[in-house]
T-cell receptor, first 111, second 114 residues
Framework: GEDVEQSLFLSVREGDSSVINCTYTDSSSTYLYWYKQEPGAGLQLLTYIFSNMDMKQDQRLTVLLNKKDKHLSLRIADTQTGDSAIYFCAETPGGYQKVTFGTGTKLQVIP | DTGVSQDPRHKITKRGQNVTFRCDPI?????LYWYRQTLGQGPEFLTY????????KSRLLSDRFSAERPKGSFSTLEIQRTEQGDSAMYLC????????????FGPGTRLTVT
């Protein structure tokens, strides 16, 4: 298939961990990205992972990559209300030239 | 570094009119991309430039759409004879052609066609 798939919605309590999952399409994607979009704003690059890595940690963010299953996840530790946003995973099929985005997961953080 | 800027931020136009959007990338970035985002969807790739050369166009980019980057710096996206289906957020991004290739996005131009 051509679609990068994500679940549409996730609700967590403040202080808990959030895990957002993504299934991408192209095993030749060199980099995989996570972007954050707040209401009315553009996309903010959160983190990326190179395809030869299994895991990357960056402060509260942990990215896990399972190339065999083409599965990518983003874990946010100690989720805060400011983390409420839409999170997009994205791949670079065939190289860097364009990015294919998933449909986005809306994260709602309950105080 | 002022980031990627887009102008205007909002545009309301009547069906059949032409509109033009501008994107100013991060100054040292040689690649520039245009995406379209509709409500509830992720951005969809439209086209990209390396310097002044337009290297790829999506099949989403109909004949009514044209993009230019004449001096390899800012870019314009023109939509001729707008249709209601063109209503969307138009996003611009830029990157360098080495390193990790990550794209940095502007705030977007929201187009409403009435």
């Amino acid at each position: 298939g051509e679609d990068v798939e994500q679940s549409l919605f996730l609700s967590v309590r403040e202080g808990d961990s959030s895990v957002i999952n993504c299934t991408y399409t192209d095993s030749s994607s060199t980099y995989l990205y996570w972007y954050k979009q707040e209401p009315g704003a553009g996309l903010q690059l959160l983190t990326y992972i190179f395809s030869n890595m299994d895991m990357k940690q960056d402060q509260r963010l942990t990215v896990l990559l399972n190339k065999k299953d083409k599965h990518l996840s983003l874990r946010i530790a100690d989720t805060q209300t400011g983390d409420s946003a839409i999170y997009f995973c994205a791949e670079t099929p065939g190289g860097y030239q364009k990015v294919t985005f998933g449909t986005g997961t809306k994260l709602q953080v309950i105080p | 570094d002022t980031g990627v800027s887009q102008d205007p931020r909002h545009k309301i136009t009547k069906r059949g009119q032409n509109v033009t959007f501008r994107c100013d990338p991060i100054s040292e970035h040689n690649r520039l991309y245009w995406y379209r985002q509709t409500l509830g969807q992720g951005p969809e790739f439209l086209t990209y430039f390396q310097n002044e050369a337009q290297l790829e166009k999506s099949r989403l980019l109909s004949d009514r759409f044209s993009a230019e980057r004449p001096k390899g710096s800012f870019s314009t996206l023109e939509i001729q004879r707008t249709e209601q289906g063109d209503s969307a957020m138009y996003l611009c991004a830029s990157s360098i052609s080495r390193g990790h290739g990550e794209q940095y996005f502007g705030p977007g131009t929201r187009l409403t066609v009435t």
